[in-house]
Structure formats: C-alpha cells, structure tokens
C-alpha cells in the first residue's frame, strides 16, 4: 500500500499545475491526505492538508495559490498550484494519516514516503 505523486514538471513564473496522489489500497476515504514539498538544502514541509471530510488547510505561502482536493471513487488526491514562484521549486510527495494515528499530517509523524515528483519554476 503506498500513495504515488505525479504531475509535477518545468512551468514558468506565474504558471500552474496540477499534481496528482493515487493511493493504491483500501479505505481511501478514511484517510487524512497531505501535500509536502523538500527543496534542496531545506526541510520537508506540509504544503496543505485534506481531512475525511474535506476541510482544508494550508500553510506558508500555499493559501491563495494552492488547493487540495480529493476524489474518493478514484482514490486520488490533487494539489492545484497557481501563480508559482521560483521558491516553490522542490521535490513534492503526498502522503496519509489514518485514525489510529489522529489524522495527524504533520511532517515528523510521517513515514513510508514515495518517490515525489518534482516542480521546478524558472523565473
């Protein structure tokens, strides 16, 4: 079981993309989603966050620009990005919390992370 990131690519200052998270097991609506980004050098970061009930939430300079989504028939989870700066450049991986672990997204509770998918915005 593992969820799977895609989508990403070389866009323009200013342009968008969508990435895509398609989880390969069961449940899927039972789970928490969660959008990270690693720039080189840095940290991994919480990007934005999806819960069971689709609320949302987003952090850093991801609100305005960015928006999460789900789709339970097709256990896919999406991360639209508008207007992307230089500094969104990274490496971006989804990934999931279930109710055993408190729905909880935050980056250090994290495990069992899949390859990414890079963005890379020239200016």
């Known amino acids: 079981v593992q969820l799977q990131a895609s989508g990403g690519g070389l866009v323009q200052a200013g342009g968008s993309l969508r990435l895509s998270c398609v989880y390969s097991?069961?449940?899927?609506?039972?789970?928490?989603i969660g959008w990270y980004r690693q720039a080189p050098g840095q940290q991994r970061e919480i990007v934005a966050g999806?819960?069971?009930?689709?609320?949302?939430n987003y952090y850093r300079s991801a609100a305005g620009r960015f928006t999460i989504s789900r789709d339970n028939a097709k256990n896919t989870a999406y991360l639209q990005m508008h207007n992307l700066k230089p500094e969104d450049t990274a490496v971006y991986y989804c990934n999931a919390a279930n109710e055993r672990e408190g729905w909880d997204l935050d980056v250090d509770g994290m495990r069992n992370w899949g390859n990414g998918t890079q963005v890379t915005v020239s200016s």
């Open positions: 097991g069961s449940a899927f609506s039972r789970l928490a």
């Open positions: 999806i819960s069971v009930g689709d609320s949302t």
